[in-house]
């Protein structure tokens, strides 16, 4: 497994024949071993490496338990995961090192394989820990108080049922547009539940082969198949107690739906080229940009399991349909951007903004997201005045055919201007042939009064 290379492991046992077997086997599987016998030896490995695991004995001679190097270990670094070695008559011991900290135990006589499995799903579940924190900070950027940002009474709605079936073990499908913010919905449903300190693992089922996805789900044995030089952890392993999402589960092949459904009805699954079964407590969230339910009549996908990952169905709807979270998302974009590059963009020129709002926007919040993102990073002021987008009708209407020239007379300044000009003249036009000329309508959708709008239509000479 890729984290086993140059994962540093610290192995406490005053047994030498099992001290030097354990450092012989996780040195064979890559891991950089530091075999210690006592208690000082292990605390001068603790202060001099960066550790990613610990295994401790439980019972050390030289009268110093392993619970209480466990205790100076959990004290040098909370979250370095040890695991406690113990014989069957100390288990009750082991459970009690569990309590104090300890991320699990093994039991005597050693299994190398069982070992090896535990320190390679430990070191990754602190991995996916950390990644989870970041993401949870990246989380709270894109939300205000951990809420999704909008005032769409659709999208308000569907944050509704996410928040009733949250704390429940139901199933998901979130549907919706490519840059709906689909995965933006999953991690809120997870991160506000009572599995938010668990792993939230994600798996894009549209990147990869069917015989990569089968690995990346259930994992593989060494040797499972060409070019398995090592034992791997699949993804349902490692979010095991936790959160697991399927991206663009409609691009799966019918044999891997095959070998999810067994998985989702007994809970349980074997690594490719195994025999032992793994039991998993998992969390289904999934995710498509397709209609899964014409898929099913296509037979495209299994309407068995269509059933399965459809207990509870959220419909995130496209930007076009929730127009008054333009606005509020992109002052929230701005502030995020402001903070990212250390500028100071206050907000959007009136002209840009009414652009916005008549665009029709095919790649949706992300495509949002990506045009204030250009825009704080270029604007020339404290408002963003340049599109950023190919407007509807083609970017000749939209875009000035001439880019500023610096050696022009002219500034800057009155090229966005009448850059602006031309963008706004534009978006009316467009507003205006939708609401097949309702001016009171147009008005309504470029947020403003219908005489600014009449002023307008006189200014531009735009034709009735």
């Keep these: 497994m890729a984290c086993a290379n140059g994962s540093h492991i610290l192995i406490v046992d005053d047994e030498a024949g099992i001290l030097r077997g354990l450092s012989d086997l996780f040195g064979t599987e890559g891991f950089i071993v530091h075999a210690e016998q006592t208690l000082p030896g292990a605390l001068r490995v603790a202060d001099d490496y960066d550790l990613d695991i610990a295994i ?23 979250e370095l995961p040890v695991l406690m070695i113990t014989g069957y008559g100390s288990v009750e011991s ?12 093994i039991l005597k006589p050693i299994d190398n394989s069982h070992i090896l499995d535990k320190v390679r799903k430990h070191i990754e579940l602190v991995r996916l820990k950390h990644d989870n924190l970041y993401l949870h900070g990246e989380l709270r950027e894109k939300y205000c108080a951990s809420d999704i940002v909008t005032a769409d009474p659709d999208m308000l709605h569907q944050l509704q049922v996410a928040d009733r079936i949250k704390q429940s073990n139901a199933p998901v499908l979130l549907c919706g547009e490519s840059g709906t913010g689909k995965e933006i919905m999953a991690r809120y449903i997870h991160f506000t539940s009572n599995r938010k300190d668990r792993p939230f693992v994600c798996v894009n089922c549209a990147a990869l082969s069917e015989s990569l996805l089968l690995s ?22 490692l979010a095991d ?25 007994q809970s349980y699954f074997e690594r490719l080229g195994g025999s032992r079964s793994v039991s998993v407590d998992i969390r289904i969230i999934s995710a498509t940009n397709k209609p899964v339910a014409q898929l099913v009549k296509e037979g495209k996908v299994r309407a068995d399991l269509y059933y399965r990952i459809n207990v509870v169905q959220l419909m995130l709807p496209p930007l076009r349909q929730r127009r008054t979270d333009i606005p509020l998302l992109a002052d929230h974009f701005i502030r995020l951007y402001n903070r990212r590059y250390n500028r100071k963009v206050m907000g959007v020129s009136d002209a840009v903004m009414r652009a916005w709002m008549a665009y029709h926007w095919p790649g949706n919040v992300r495509e949002l997201q990506n045009v204030v993102n250009q825009g704080v990073l270029l604007s020339a002021s404290d408002q963003i005045e340049l599109l950023g987008v190919e407007y509807p009708g083609g970017s000749s209407q939209a875009q000035p055919k001439r880019l500023f020239d610096p050696q022009r007379d002219e500034s800057l300044q009155s090229f966005v201007k009448q850059a602006a000009g031309e963008i706004e003249k ?26 600014t709008l009449a002023k307008k239509i006189q200014e531009y000479h735009i034709p009735r």
Excluded: C, W
Excluded at 56 to 77: F, N, P, W
Excluded at 216 to 237: D, N, Q, S, V
Excluded at 241 to 265: C, N, P, W
């Design 56 to 78: 401790v004995d439980i019972r050390l001679k030289h009268a110093v338990s392993g619970t209480a190097l466990l205790a100076a270990l959990k004290e040098r670094d909370p």
């Design 94 to 105: 082991a459970v009690e090192a569990m309590h104090l900290g300890a991320a699990d135990y």
């Design 216 to 237: 990346e789900l259930f994992g593989h044995e060494k040797g499972a198949f060409t070019g398995a030089f090592e034992k791997r952890l699949g993804k349902f392993e």
């Design 241 to 265: 107690t936790g959160t697991l999402f399927l991206d663009e589960i409609g691009d799966m092949s019918l044999e891997v739906q095959a070998k999810l459904l067994r998985v989702l009805e």
């Design 426 to 451: 534009a978006s009316i036009e467009q507003v205006l042939k939708e609401s097949s000329f309702n001016q009171s309508k147009a008005a309504a959708i470029l947020r403003m009064t219908r005489k």
